[in-house]
């Protein structure tokens, strides 16, 4: 039973143009939500994160948005480029009930093409 | 570098077999990670230990071990594995648990081969 779900496993996007990577969740106690990025051969490495008291988050080209009513958070990257190839991983965690540990999803291998 | 670092990089070992694997922080870190990452699964939590005590096993397999001398260290002492135990073996490592805003720092992971 995944409590953290990303349902693409890869997308393709053209240099340039705005990648948007999708993660549902089922646990309404999850509170605090992460982007990891993970280049073959290396461990993940942290992108950005949200608490759900805020519905939007901004760093560089990376944005991600949360819409807790339907239990969906987004990732965008604009512009889009090759080197933001890899894997991304959707993380969450309930820490208003003590659990810091997140859940990961599956993951979704983004390619971006020059 | 990422501050978190694991030996070896790849590991092939057989059935009978005991070998172990190493990871080593240096960020200051209160709190350390083994996660398992296999083909087309989510990053499967092992084990958590927060000041160098085991908060979470979370249902592992006895035939996997860990380890943690000091705040820095961890491991993973593996014995008699199955040879759908080859996976990747990530560690991680962050600040005191039950901290708001803890982002993990990961190693490079051990690729495992179980012949």
């Given at each position: 039973d995944q409590q953290v779900k990303q349902n693409s496993p890869s997308l393709s996007v053209q240099e340039g143009r705005i990648s948007i990577l999708n993660?549902?969740?089922?646990?309404?106690?999850?509170d605090y939500f992460l982007w990891y990025k993970k280049y073959p051969a290396e461990g993940p490495t942290f992108l950005i994160s949200i608490s759900s008291i805020k519905d939007k988050n901004e760093d560089?080209?990376?944005?991600?948005?949360?819409?807790?009513?339907?239990?969906h958070l987004s990732l965008h990257i604009v512009p889009s480029q090759p080197g933001d190839s890899a894997v991304y991983f959707c993380a969450a965690?309930?820490?208003s009930g003590g659990s810091y540990i997140p859940t990961f999803g599956r993951?979704?291998?983004?390619?971006v093409h020059p | 570098e990422t501050g978190v670092t694991q030996t070896p990089r790849h590991l092939v070992m057989g059935m009978t077999n005991k070998k172990s694997l190493?990871?080593?922080q240096h960020l200051g870190h209160n709190a350390m990670y083994w996660y398992?990452?296999?083909a087309k699964k989510p990053l499967e939590l092992m084990f958590v230990y927060s000041l160098e005590e085991r908060v979470e096993n979370n249902s592992v397999p006895s035939r996997f071990s860990p380890e943690c001398p000091n705040s820095s260290h961890l491991f993973l002492h593996l014995h008699t594995l199955q040879p759908e135990d080859s996976a990747l073996y990530l560690c991680a490592s962050s600040q005191a648990p039950g901290t708001l805003n803890t982002e993990a720092f990961f190693g490079q992971g051990t690729r495992l081969t179980v012949v």
């Open positions: 993660c549902d969740y089922t646990n309404s106690m999850f560089g080209r990376f944005t991600v948005f949360l819409n807790k009513s339907a239990k965690s309930a820490t993951g979704t291998s983004l390619i | 190493k990871c080593e398992k990452q296999s």
